[in-house]
């Protein structure tokens, strides 16, 4: 099947589009086009089209708006140094987009095809790069049950969409480190839920954990695990690395409740080859504190697609405070994120093959 391209009529005028890229913030100012393309069983995908971008309409029956049968990814196209415009390791998030799809009872989408659409949007819109310090096009795909029926049962119709936005920094100011919530009592993702899949549903039963988080002056709120409420998990769209004095960098393993990140996979790479011993395994909230009291633990951060790499400086639960390292941003932290952000942007050598030029 062939994309077909119909560029806008009406894209945003140049001096409008300046205003909005001179202070992109975060999933506010779009770009012009979208990419939609329709499932039907029986049809199969059809009707693949890239053109401007506009609201949908739905009927109010539209499954999705009652059982929640969504998937999405959250991607960065980067410009390069010289000037072309480039994606990180896309193939992995059509990979991933297509296992959180088996998971939701949703037909999957050629890998082909994701990466077109991403591609497609990024080339007609480049001129919404924004020139700002942390400046990318970041790039939503999602799909939801677009079949008009109340039924409980996987939907017979899907609607593809992707839609991008310019950015900045998706944490203002994010030179200094995170405060992070320790969620004693909801639960994120649960054995045999829907942890490991990237579904708007995980988002919305995580709110409630955010509204808390703020309320406690934190920024982020970080999820333990829902059987013993004892192993740290992750926080609600970030996954987390803790640094030790030996050198030791260890993640939780995702077996299941925990979301794969590509930046987490990412970073495991960077640190091994960094001399860095980096394991997945377990990590209690009692360890944790003590960890960080003794001074054993000396960096901690979270990590994903939109804000790369957040240092966490503080940990606040019912329970007290207490503080990674001196509180502010760790030095190997910072080293990772530097790496990685210069891989991403064509500064540094990329001998992974993960950036693709477009
Ligand atoms: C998207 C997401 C991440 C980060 O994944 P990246 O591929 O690194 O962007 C981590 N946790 C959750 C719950 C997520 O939804």
Sequence with gaps: MKLIIEPAANPAPAGRRAELLANPGFGT??????VTIKYREGTGWHDARLHARG???LDPATAVLHYAQEIFEGMKAYKLA????ALFRPEANAARFNRSARRMAMPELPEALFLESVSALVDIDRHWFPDVDGGSIYLRPFMFASEVFLGVRPAKEYLFMVIASSAGDYFKGAASAI?????DHYSRAAPGGTGAAKCGGNYAASLIAQSEATMHGCDQVVFLDAAEHKWVEELGGMNLFFLFSDGRLITPPTSGTILEGITRDS???????RGLTVAEVPYSIDQWRDDAASGYLTECFACGTAAVVMPVGKVSSK????????????QITGALRDQLVHIQRGLA?????WVRRI
Excluded: K, Q, Y
């Design 82 to 85: 010289d000037g072309a415009m």
């Design 267 to 273: 970073i495991i790479t960077l640190a091994r080859e």
């Design 319 to 330: 329970d007290g405070v207490f503080t990674i390292g001196a509180g502010g941003p760790g």
């Design 349 to 353: 050598p990329d001998p992974h093959g």
């Design 55 to 57: 609201p949908i309409s």
């Design 29 to 34: 100012s779009f770009t012009d086009h979208m």
């Design 179 to 183: 405060n992070i919530w320790v969620s």
